[in-house]
């Protein structure tokens, strides 16, 4: 839909804010955080910082920015923001696990791109032992060896219990982002508004 041209001062207004909170939030995706008392940065490829947009939607006379992540990072970008209550502990978010454990795909993918590998390694393909898992001692007393891969798999599925149980923390970067333009633009964005709005009904008024 076409916008009206009188009010196209406010929609370059509202298309600045809107591109200031996206650069906000893929900052806050940037940052490293202290979640369960680790030092964490959520961004791993890179997919939901690049996918971050926003949507000027016009309904009647209402008009309203839309902040959302396309493409697959759609999928998955509100449990980042809000959150995901664990089976047995709350992170006070309105998704939750409902079963013991998460998918292994996607956490054994995370791994690679984050490079974590297991501790202890005697041999870049073989292994026989490791303080991170207990995959190598079970080996070991089946007689078999274990490769780099078996340990990485061995600890996609800890971890996909372990986040099950726990839940994720939201990081709310696109409710931060907003805060911090609003707070960056102080009155003078509010006044703009007003003012924009007020000189389009004066002109209709005029007609």
């Known amino acids: 839909m076409a916008r009206p041209v009188e009010y196209q001062a406010l929609y370059d207004l509202l298309d600045d804010f809107g591109k200031g909170v996206v650069e906000s939030a893929q900052s806050n995706l940037r940052i490293v955080r202290r979640i369960g008392g680790k030092q964490r940065r959520r961004v791993a490829s890179g997919n939901l910082l690049k996918s971050l947009a926003f949507l000027m939607k016009k309904k009647g006379q209402t008009s309203s920015l839309e902040f959302y992540a396309e493409g697959s990072a759609g999928i998955y970008a509100d449990f980042i923001e809000q959150g995901v209550n664990g089976t047995e502990k709350s992170q006070n978010a309105p998704f939750s696990f409902r ?29 026989k032992r490791s303080q991170f898992t207990t995959a190598a001692k079970e080996s070991k007393r089946q007689g078999k060896e274990l490769t780099q891969d078996d340990l990485m798999r061995q600890m996609a599925a800890r971890m996909s219990y372990g986040i099950a149980r726990k839940g994720i923390a939201g990081i709310h970067y696109f409710e931060e982002a907003i805060d911090t333009e609003l707070e960056k633009r102080g009155e003078d964005f509010q006044n703009a508004v007003e003012r924009i709005i007020e000189e389009v009904i004066n002109k209709r008024k005029s007609k």
């Not at 454990?101 to 870049?124: L, Q, S, T």
């Open 99 to 127: 079963k013991g454990k998460v998918p292994f795909g996607p956490i054994y993918e995370w791994i690679k791109v984050k490079g974590i590998k297991p501790r202890n390694i005697d041999d870049p393909n073989k292994m």
